[in-house]
């Protein structure tokens, strides 16, 4: 029964996300706030809502190995999965694309991450270094936005592009989507998180285990849709973009803000496996991002490869 509820419990984390993702873009266009402004806070925080009350919620199960699982084990997969299955189906040009300034912040955000862990606890005090670093980073998306859309921008222009607006959608509608995502996405947190704790205890692994398999692999789902969606219409900027523009967030915003709930203590597992594995996927995106390298099938072997292994190593 814990399986069921975990998976009904990510279900609805997932369809909130959703819904308040299209509830808040939709009232903010309405009541004038710009396209640009929209995109780079609104849709990117609203996307990882769901891993944000996952890790919330982690904090007060007294799971938190949950929830730094979950950032870490997302971020890994983003990389190794999330652009692996793609490039199987179909490869990824990514030789057309220009990302080298976002996956340097998205690599500086890696380095400053891992860090802090090492002081051995993640406190508020840590929290406000992460988010600092994350107003510095969306200062400059809005500065590069506002000058020039460039090839692999993160952040569409017009509100047309913006996914989920409908410019005649009724007001009652936007309230409903709210709504839904408001109730939706603490009811679907809690029951992942604590069926997931169950499941832990009932097959005698860690709370941090679950955390970097089965929640991650579920949290990295929208990311996989869209990168496999940006890689059958031949749009690698989109998948590329949206694989570093989610690490970024997951490091800065998801654990800056879940900081303030509670400490987060680091497993010793983490700085000796976990986060090396984590940076080691980042720097596996050099040749793409610097040598303009395409992501073709082999590569997309490859990095599928090296996620199955990954997890068979920390199941063991």
Same mark, same amino acid.
């Given at each position: ?31 004038g706030?710009?396209a640009l ?27 938190p ?7 870490? &084990?997302?971020?890994?997969?983003n ?10 189906? $179909?490869?990824?040009?990514?030789s057309?694309?220009?990302t080298?300034?976002?996956?340097l912040?998205?690599? &500086? ?9 090492f002081v051995?606890?993640?406190t ?10 994350? $107003? ?8 590069s936005?506002k ?8 952040g ?32 679907g947190?809690?029951?992942?998180v604590?069926?997931? $704790?169950?499941?832990a205890?009932?097959?005698?692994? $860690?709370?941090?285990?679950?955390g970097?398999t089965?929640?991650?692999?579920g949290?990295s ?23 570093i ?23 010793s597992?983490?700085?000796?496996f ?17 040598l303009?390298?395409?992501?073709s ?20």
């Amino acid at each position: 029964m814990a399986w069921v509820l975990s998976a009904l419990g990510l279900v609805i984390l997932l369809l909130a996300g959703d819904a308040l993702v299209r509830g808040a873009v939709n009232l903010s266009l309405r009541v004038g706030i710009p396209a640009l402004i929209v995109s780079l806070t609104i849709v990117a925080f609203g996307t990882s809502a769901p891993e944000l009350l996952i890790a919330i919620s982690a904090i007060d199960e007294n799971a938190p190995g949950l929830a730094l699982g979950n950032v870490v &084990g997302s971020n890994t997969a983003n990389v190794l999965l999330v652009l692996g299955i793609p490039a199987l189906i $179909s490869g990824l040009n990514t030789s057309d694309c220009d990302t080298r300034k976002t996956y340097l912040q998205m690599l &500086g955000a890696s380095v400053l991450f891992i860090a802090l862990c090492f002081v051995g606890i993640i406190t508020w005090i840590t929290g406000l270094v992460l988010l600092a670093a994350l $107003s510095l980073v969306l200062w400059a998306a809005f500065r590069s936005a506002k000058a020039h859309r460039t090839a692999c921008s993160s952040g569409p222009d017009d509100a047309d592009e913006l996914e989920g607006v409908d410019p005649n959608m009724p007001s009652w509608r936007i309230g409903v989507f709210l709504a839904l995502g408001l109730i939706g996405l603490p009811l679907g947190a809690e029951l992942l998180v604590e069926n997931a $704790s169950i499941i832990a205890r009932t097959y005698g692994v $860690s709370d941090t285990v679950i955390g970097l398999t089965l929640v991650a692999v579920g949290t990295s789902l929208p990311e996989l849709a869209t990168t496999v969606m940006a890689a059958l219409r031949r749009q690698a900027d989109v998948a590329l973009g949206n694989v570093i523009g989610s690490n970024m967030f997951n490091l800065l915003a998801i654990i800056g803000i879940a900081s303030f709930v509670g400490p987060i203590p680091v497993d010793s597992a983490f700085l000796r496996f976990d986060l090396w594995v984590m940076l080691g996927a980042t720097l596996l995106l050099v040749p793409f991002v610097f040598l303009r390298v395409d992501i073709s099938r082999m590569w997309g072997l490859g990095l599928t490869a090296l996620y199955v292994t990954y997890i068979a190593i920390i199941l063991v």
